[in-house]
């Protein structure tokens, strides 16, 4: 099972809808975990942490599932600017490597 | 957030010849900095770990003979491509952590191509 998985995507989503990311990590003992955004040839961007409790950030909402062992990101009435690949981001504190996911491309149409 | 700058951000070499890439934390202390390479629509790849004032940590299959890397200060870490090969050409990314547990903030990137 590789450490960190996501849907690649693509996945292209009308502007104003709903749009949810599942991201799946191996390594139970791990303890933060972050959302990031990256545009095409630019570096990361941090989107947001995401706490046990779950979070919200304007229209981005992320969850974290310690039991099965995935991480959300949930983005509300999507804008255009929203396309992106958005990658999870996993740290592993046993050897304090940041583990990143594929990414997964999110295409807002018109 | 916090400023990391990675400098340069375009370099071209010839091969055989060795490049040096810079990374700083402008506005905090970075007690760990990480370094990336990624290739063309693909995700960013591990390279090395490294913590101020001790030898970095290198991912299994990274040469660290061939990828230097040195973390000097709390608010720069440099990364040497030696004997650079075109084959080493692609696009370098450092990000930088305060603390553990907390997000690590990225530099703009390092784009190499060997000719």
């Known amino acids: 099972r590789k450490e960190v998985e996501q849907d690649p995507g693509p996945f292209n989503v009308p502007e104003g809808a709903t749009v949810a990311f599942n991201c799946t990590y191996s390594n139970s003992a791990s303890q933060s975990f972050f959302w990031y955004r990256q545009d095409c040839r630019k570096e990361p961007k941090l989107l947001m942490s995401?706490?046990?409790s779950g979070n919200e950030d304007g229209r981005f909402t992320a969850q974290l599932n310690r039991a099965s062992q995935y991480i959300s990101l949930l983005i509300r009435d999507s804008k255009l600017s929203d396309s992106a690949t958005y990658l999870c981001?996993?740290?592993?504190?046993?050897?304090?490597?940041?583990?990143f996911g594929k990414g997964t491309r999110l295409h807002i149409l018109p | 957030g916090a400023v990391v700058s990675q400098h340069p951000s375009r370099v071209i070499c010839k091969s055989g010849t060795s490049v040096k890439i810079e990374c700083r934390s402008l506005d905090f202390q970075a007690t760990t900095m990480f370094w990336y390479r990624q290739f063309p629509k693909k995700s960013l790849m591990l390279m090395a770990t490294s913590n101020e004032g001790s030898k970095a940590t290198y991912e299994q299959g990274v040469e660290k003979d061939k990828f230097l890397i040195n973390h000097a200060s709390l608010t720069l870490s440099t990364l040497t491509v030696t004997s650079a090969h075109p084959e080493d050409s692609s696009f370098y990314i450092c990000?930088?952590?305060?603390?553990?547990?907390?997000?690590?903030?990225f530099g703009q990137g390092t784009r190499l191509t060997v000719v």
């Open positions: 995401v706490y046990s």
């Open positions: 981001v996993v740290n592993e504190n046993r050897d304090d490597k940041i583990i």
């Open positions: 990000s930088a952590r305060q603390f553990l547990n907390t997000e690590a903030f």
